[in-house]
Structure formats: structure tokens, C-alpha cells
């Protein structure tokens, strides 16, 4: 004797919904939605960058090719004058300046999106509104990270050369990473606050000034005594002295905490203006 049981497709509507799995949706706020969306978001930025040549020739290209005018210009007379293959400073100059070209290209994007209306309607969806902000940052440091790591290989035929210890050039390319997260949320804040031009003027003001007074472009001691104090604890030499004891030697203790120090000084100054006019944005856009 066979006992047979009701067709699922003769049961009343009731009846069959009771039958499916109960799927209870996560509320937006939860840590899982604002991971989830974070990666989403830092993907489609991804895509939008990897699509855009301006912002390949400005994160990519230009360091590299900055990097090899630099060696062929200047290489030779810095390594003579300091005593230490000039590569080396400037290729960690390089990261860190391709980490800060980047982030303003970012933050210029973050406009485009703001005045076509993008920012409002993704504002207005049922998304984790932190992610919005997140998203931007994590995109930031997977960039850096792939800029870093093309402009060190770049640097390898011209003379530099990686420690053999693995954990230690996990470091030395995460000094750019760390570096260029705090610069990155400093560029989101300020670019909520001002028109694309007034950004990228004071932003490139900021630049010249970092570029031009650290100890990647020159030895710290070519510098007046007066101004060696600041040149040696500017952000852009402290990593750079960091990433020079990572890969030649030297202390690194030292200058990787003041890194650290910077960084978490730029995120505890420029967090709260960056959530506040990020939220502003969307909603005005």
C-alpha cells in the first residue's frame, strides 16, 4: 500500500506559501549590509576608473614614466651627492604622489556623480548609506595598492631591489596604502565643501610643496638646517623613510609610526566633515 502526498500545485495559495522557506531580509544598517554594499561599491568604482584612460594615464602611467625621468635626469647626481642609490627615494616618492594624484581624481569624479544625480538616487535606495563612503575608500586602497606595486616594478630595472624577507615587502607596499587612505579621506572632505577647480588648485598647492621638500627627492641634509625639522616630519617623508628602511635599510620603527600618526591624525580631523558632506551631497544632489 502506497501513500501518496498532496501536489504542492493543487494546494490552495495559502497553503503553498507556507510551504517556502521564511527569508527574513537584513535590516541596512547591519555590519553584513555595510560590508556587502562596501564591496559592491568599491567594485563599480573599479570598473568606472578602469574604463576612464584619464584616470589610468594619471595613476598609472604618469608615475612610471615621472619615475624613469627622474633616474634618467637626476638619478646619478643624487646618488653621488647622498650616498644612496637615489632609486630608492624616488620610487617611494612616486607611490605616494601617484596615492595623491589618485585621490584627487577621485575626488573629481565624486563631483561628476554628485551633479549628474547619481549620488541621490543611490541615496534614496535601499543600500547601507555608510557603504556610499566606504566603498570610495576601499576602491582608494586597492588602487594604491596596484599603482604601488607597478611603480616598484618599474623601479626593478632601473636599480631597485626587494628584500627577501616576504613580510617585509608586504609592508613596504602597504606604507602607500596606509598613507594615501588618510590623504584620501582629507581629499573627500574638502572636495564636499568646494567647487572642482578651487579643489584641484589647492590640492596641487599641497602637492608642489609635498613633492618638492621631502627626503625622496633629495638627502635630508641638502636642505637649510632651519627647514631639515620640518622636511623630516612632513607625512611625505615619513613614509618615504619608512619605505626606504622596508627595501634598503635603515630605521623603519620610527618613521612608520609617525606614518601611522599622520594618518590617523588626517582621518580623526577629516572623517567627520567627509560623512557630514558626503550625506549633504547626496541628499542636495
Not at 497553503?15 to 544598517?29: I, M, N, Q, R, S
Not at 572642482?196 to 610643496?209: A, F, K, P
Amino acid at each position: 500500500m502506497t501513500t501518496t502526498t498532496p501536489d504542492q500545485h493543487t494546494l490552495p495559495v495559502d497553503e503553498t506559501a507556507a510551504l517556502l522557506p521564511v527569508v527574513h531580509a537584513k535590516p541596512e544598517g547591519s555590519v553584513s549590509m555595510w560590508a556587502t554594499h562596501s564591496v559592491l561599491q568599491c567594485k563599480r568604482l573599479l570598473m568606472v576608473w578602469l574604463r576612464d584612460p584619464a584616470t589610468t594615464i594619471q595613476t598609472i602611467v604618469y608615475p612610471a614614466v615621472t619615475l624613469l625621468m627622474f633616474r634618467i635626469v637626476l638619478g646619478d647626481y643624487i646618488t653621488a651627492y647622498g650616498g644612496m642609490p637615489a632609486i630608492y627615494g624616488q620610487a617611494a616618492l612616486l607611490t605616494l604622489v601617484a596615492a595623491m594624484t589618485g585621490a584627487v581624481v577621485s575626488a573629481l569624479g565624486f563631483k561628476r556623480e554628485k551633479a549628474a544625480g547619481l549620488l541621490s538616487r543611490f541615496y534614496t535606495m535601499p543600500l547601507n548609506k555608510a557603504s556610499l563612503l566606504t566603498g570610495r575608500l576601499l576602491a582608494e586602497a586597492v588602487r594604491i595598492l596596484i599603482t604601488t606595486v607597478i611603480v616598484l616594478l618599474v623601479a626593478v630595472p632601473l636599480g631597485f631591489l626587494f628584500m627577501e624577507d616576504p613580510l617585509t615587502n608586504i609592508a613596504l607596499v602597504s606604507v602607500p596604502v596606509l598613507f594615501g587612505l588618510g590623504f584620501a579621506v582629507m581629499v573627500t572632505a574638502l572636495a564636499t565643501v568646494t567647487e572642482g577647480v578651487m579643489l584641484i588648485s589647492l590640492i596641487s598647492i599641497v602637492n608642489t610643496l609635498l613633492m618638492f621638500f621631502n627626503t625622496g627627492f633629495v638627502p635630508i641634509f641638502a636642505y637649510p638646517t632651519w627647514l631639515q625639522t620640518i622636511v623630516e616630519n612632513q607625512p611625505m617623508s615619513c613614509a618615504i623613510n619608512a619605505m626606504i628602511g622596508l627595501s634598503y635599510g635603515g630605521p623603519v620603527a620610527e618613521p612608520l609610526l609617525k606614518t601611522l600618526a599622520w594618518t590617523i591624525g588626517m582621518i580623526a580631523v577629516f572623517a567627520y566633515p567627509a560623512i557630514v558632506g558626503y550625506k549633504r551631497a547626496a541628499q542636495s544632489s
